[in-house]
């Protein structure tokens, strides 16, 4: 089995890092939420309470990674986020009925920045259906995160530019399944393709 030392390094070759000082970073309007649902008085009071909070923690976390410069960890910065919009979540649902935070949960999920890679549940479906050893699950790991590395760094190359972004993205992705082909069994494979070929680039818009 090719180490996954290897593995990594393969996928973020050419990933290049220029700073980028004039990252705009646009964060998810909660106030359009508010036309979709009706809030008593006292929800809509909690409401912009808690995500006010959780804007400010984002953006705090936003300019600590921006005053690292050059080597602005995108990576750890995307993870923060996804703990900060769970958090925020349970804070919310102490405030939303059932069908309200449902839709909440649904809003977050299509506006908000998610990190470019297969989440923990396309992880696990892949893990279960595919019936991958454990070895093989650990190369599928390991190549996810290099994808992500890889195009997390070349984010300044590309930055504005959502036909540059899905070039860069098309490129990584090619370079994970093809480390991911190298150690699983063909019928594995197979399966993993299935499960995996409706993930495409999603441009900003």
């Known amino acids: 089995m090719k180490s996954l030392k290897t593995v990594f390094l393969a996928l973020v070759l050419g ?87 449902e839709r909440f949960n649904k809003f977050v999920d299509e506006n908000a920045r998610k990190r470019p890679r297969y989440d923990n549940a396309l992880l696990e479906r892949i893990k279960a259906e595919a019936q991958l050893s454990e070895d093989e699950f650990k190369v599928v790991n390991a190549a996810n995160d290099a994808f992500e590395k890889a195009f997390s760094d070349a984010h300044d190359v590309y930055h504005g530019n959502n036909d540059l972004a899905k070039e860069y993205w098309e490129k990584f992705d090619t370079q994970r399944k093809a480390a991911i082909q190298k150690v699983l069994t063909p019928e594995h494979y197979t399966k993993f393709e299935e499960i995996v070929k409706e993930i495409q680039f999603k441009g900003r818009k």
């Open 15 to 101: 990933a290049a890092a220029i700073s980028c000082s004039g990252d705009k970073k646009k964060g998810v309007d909660y106030s359009q939420f508010k036309t979709e649902v009706q809030l008593t008085p006292d929800q809509e009071k909690s409401f912009d309470e808690i995500t006010a909070k959780y804007q400010q923690l984002q953006e705090q976390n936003f300019q600590a990674a921006k005053a690292q410069g050059g080597n602005m960890d995108r990576v750890a910065l995307g993870i923060k986020g996804e703990e900060l919009r769970n958090q925020q979540a349970i804070e919310m649902a102490k405030v939303l009925d059932g069908p309200q935070m």
